[in-house]
């Protein structure tokens, strides 16, 4: 699904989102109030302007103090590779990215994500990554590095990797192994009226961070859950 | 730890860079006080990478415990650069995950993360990248408790990839000449744009643009340390006492701060260029500076200290 039409779903009666230089800004008449809207479009990398450009319009939503609801849609590159955003500490402008978006959420703004294309690695964890809950739409592919790349690194031939990534979901790319992970929560139904789906996930938000129980029902992430568990436990024990 | 001899520890004599995780937590607390939570004994072991012929590690690559630090109870979390270059995998995250959110109920007076990463483990990538969106999340809930969370990075396989997004997410940064922070690293950058883009084998560009001491003149590192363990103790405990509220406030305020940084500086190629617009009166000298010297600099640019994080 296209950006154009996602929009045209969600704000029957119009809105005031723009894209430029693949920034997604600004918001719409939604349920009984307003949908802030940012993100990124177009297969984009995120770099330190384009961090700061969403981070703002976050910002300013939380300021204003609605408490509406943000809806982070992406469709990226990874982080821009780059010396000038090396440079310039890209590391601190996607991390304040992420904060912004989780002080959103802390603020009583339910903040969702929806990937409907492309994302990656750092622009990922920064975006969609960074909100209380991420639907994605079929067709959407997420991942944290493509198997060519993955095949280079780790110095393991493509077409074992190519093999392996049919049974094992915690490495491989791709938006069902993103579900089975618990990164993503929900994979919506391109056939129903979007305006309504994202409704219901505002109205069943829930307090805390569910994704590795998710991870471990879809076997995608088996042990994590317990893992983190167990430390709470021997941390708990004077 | 029973059986690390005093010896070993000395934290005057102990180089960060050449110490294990485990060793740099032992010296770093008060002597005696390091208890490790799920240690190796308990040897939870990737379940992944026996698919790709990888060995494993007891502790798959990270220590998690609680210490005193001057008499305080802190937690603390170790990265181990030297196996799978301190890379995020599902068990290495988790635990990690976990330390944060124990601080929620304890109230620790801090929690130390000590960072040796080169992000995302590959053979367990999805899991790795989930846990650090985890891991920054509770980070934000940790901080917005009132517990500052402090990050200590000086290793051997820096603090990149997801690594540097949680660094950035932490209330206060320590870093030492060793110390890499960043997101894409060389070889990645020259990977994917060019040699012309970035030459990762030219080590100067690599410590001018991720190292140590960049980081500490824009402010992107709260602290400058010599490379011994007992530099990073002292430089923990200062910044422990002066961490920023996670708040609106601070968050508007380093949004400002970033956008200044990009407006000032965002025509510059070098390193050196923004340490010369920074005011520092001669940048060539910068990468050769010792400690003192360096302190000295970085003492007269206003951008190296802030409120803003």
Request: charged fraction near 25%; charge should be neutral.
């Amino acid at each position: 699904m296209r950006l154009a039409e996602i929009l045209a779903g969600l704000f029957p009666q119009g809105h005031s989102v723009t894209v430029r230089d693949g920034l997604v800004t600004g918001g719409g008449r939604f349920a009984d109030g307003t949908l802030h809207v940012v993100g990124v479009d177009g297969d984009t990398p995120l770099g330190v302007d384009g961090a700061l450009v969403l981070s703002r319009a976050v910002l300013d939503a939380v300021r204003a103090g609605d408490r509406a609801p943000i809806l982070v849609v992406v469709d990226s590159d990874s982080q821009r590779m780059s010396r000038r955003d090396e440079l310039l500490g890209l590391n601190e402008c996607l991390a304040h990215l992420a904060k912004a978006l989780l002080l959103a959420d802390r603020s009583g703004h339910p903040t969702i994500g929806l990937i409907y294309g492309h994302s990656a690695a750092g622009a990922f964890i920064a975006t969609a990554l960074a909100t209380r809950i991420l639907a994605a739409l079929p067709g959407a592919n997420p991942s944290v590095m493509d198997l060519p790349s993955v095949a280079k690194v780790t110095k393991l031939p493509l077409d074992k990797l190519q093999e392996m990534a049919k049974s094992t979901p915690v490495f491989a790319p791709g938006l069902d192994n993103m579900v089975a992970t618990g990164a993503v929560h929900v994979v919506l139904d391109p056939g129903k009226p979007l305006d309504g789906q994202i409704r219901d996930l505002i109205a069943n938000l829930k307090p805390g961070d569910d994704r590795d129980r998710l991870g471990e029902e879809r076997g995608g992430r088996p042990v994590a859950r317990g893992i983190g568990a167990a430390v709470i436990a021997q941390a708990g024990r004077g | 730890m029973a059986g690390v001899r005093p010896a070993s520890t000395d934290p005057d004599a102990l180089s960060w860079y050449e110490a294990t995780a485990r060793q740099r937590v032992v010296a770093l607390a008060d002597p005696g006080t390091f208890q490790e939570f799920l240690p190796p004994t308990e040897r939870r072991m990737s379940p992944h990478l026996p698919l790709f012929d990888l060995p494993r590690a007891f502790d798959d690559g990270i220590v998690v415990g609680r210490a005193a630090l001057d008499g305080k109870t802190v937690l603390v979390a170790a990265q181990e650069g030297r196996f799978m270059g301190g890379a995020f995998g599902e068990i290495h995250g988790a635990k990690l995950v976990g330390l944060l959110r124990a601080a929620l109920a304890l109230k620790p007076a801090a929690v130390l993360i000590l960072f040796d990463t080169g992000g995302v483990r590959l053979q367990e990538a999805n899991a790795g990248e989930t846990a650090i969106a985890e891991t920054m999340r509770a980070i934000v809930d940790v901080r917005a408790a009132g517990i500052p969370v402090i990050g200590l990075i000086g290793g051997r396989a820096g603090c990149y990839g997801g690594g540097g997004l949680i660094a950035g997410t932490c209330s206060r940064l320590a870093v030492s000449e060793g110390g890499r922070i960043s997101v894409s690293g060389p070889e990645v950058i020259e990977t994917n744009k060019g040699a012309e883009e970035f030459d990762s084998r030219d080590r100067a560009l690599v410590w001018r643009t991720m190292g140590g001491k960049h980081r500490r003149l824009i402010g992107g590192a709260d602290a400058f340390c010599a490379g011994s363990v007992s530099a990073f103790r002292k430089a923990a405990l200062d910044l422990i006492g002066r961490a920023p509220a996670f708040d609106l406030a601070t968050l508007e305020a380093e949004q400002a701060r970033l956008e200044t940084r990009l407006a000032r500086f965002g025509d510059c190629r070098d390193a050196t260029d923004i340490w010369a617009r920074l005011g520092v009166n001669d940048p060539e000298a910068v990468p050769a500076m010792d400690t003192r010297a360096f302190d000295e600099t970085v003492s007269r640019v206003r951008e190296a200290d802030h409120e803003a994080r």
